[in-house]
């Protein structure tokens, strides 16, 4: 089963925009994490945000959430082509981890 | 440094023939996870072990079976019973509750290709 579902799927933008990326889930959770991957490589993990946040802030990224809506977001701003990756949400199921579809991202320089 | 290390990072086989996985971290977790990836999809959990000598099916078990004998290994095997198991193999580790989240530590992965 997967929590999460990421919009857009692929996203393209120039190198200084800001990119953002959209996660909606579907039961109530503890915490949603986001990750990055690189193509080819495992995934990393970027920020954490939990039910009680509205809002958290990692140098450049920032994750909102809206539980009552069952949504979360993350802004990456002054985008760089070094941030070309694909990002997932991941939502806690007990004692795993539930990932989203994953949202690919291209910064052109 | 602290890590885990999948082997091989890429691994031919033959339809009927089943393959192993390696997993293996120092960074003295407790849990360890397998997830599946296909092209431009989001990650499947196979398996994940909790503890040593306990592992729990995940969504897709069908055709994989693990072992957890030793806290720093977790390999996976793909059997012939996995009709489709052409897939990029991602191993993750985290120590539950440490932060209060699972906050999860992969390896590089292992792609499988079946000829």
């Known amino acids: 089963s997967q929590q999460g579902e990421e919009d857009p799927q692929a996203l393209s933008i120039q190198e200084g925009e800001n990119a953002t990326m959209n996660c909606s889930y579907k039961?109530?959770?503890?915490?949603l994490q986001w990750y990055r991957q690189n193509s080819g490589r495992g995934l990393v993990h970027l920020i954490l945000?939990?039910?009680?946040?509205r809002e958290k802030h990692s140098g450049r990224l920032r994750v909102t959430l809206d539980t009552s809506k069952k949504s979360s977001s993350l802004l990456i701003t002054a985008s760089r082509a070094a941030d070309t990756a694909s990002y997932f949400c991941?939502?806690?199921?007990?004692?795993?981890?539930?990932f989203g579809t994953g949202t690919r991202l291209q910064v052109f320089p | 440094d602290g890590g885990i290390t999948q082997s091989p990072k890429y691994l031919f086989r033959k339809e009927g023939q089943n393959v192993t996985l390696s997993c293996e971290q120092n960074?003295?977790?407790?849990?360890m996870y397998w997830y599946r990836q296909d092209p431009g999809q989001g990650l499947r959990l196979i398996y994940y072990?909790?503890?040593?000598?306990?592992?729990q099916k995940g969504d897709i078990a069908e055709g994989y079976s693990v072992s957890r004998e030793k806290k720093e290994s977790f390999p996976l095997t793909v059997t012939s019973a996995q009709k489709n198991p052409t897939a990029f193999y991602l191993c993750?580790?985290?120590?539950?509750?440490?932060?209060?989240?699972?906050?999860?530590?992969f390896g590089a992965g292992s792609r499988l290709t079946v000829l």
């Open positions: 993750a580790s985290t120590n539950p509750g440490s932060s209060g989240a699972n906050v999860l530590t």
């Open positions: 039961t109530s959770i503890n915490n």
């Open positions: 945000i939990r039910s009680n946040e």
């Open positions: 991941a939502t806690d199921d007990t004692d795993k981890l539930i």
């Open positions: 960074l003295n977790h407790d849990a």
């Open positions: 072990s909790q503890i040593v000598n306990d592992f």
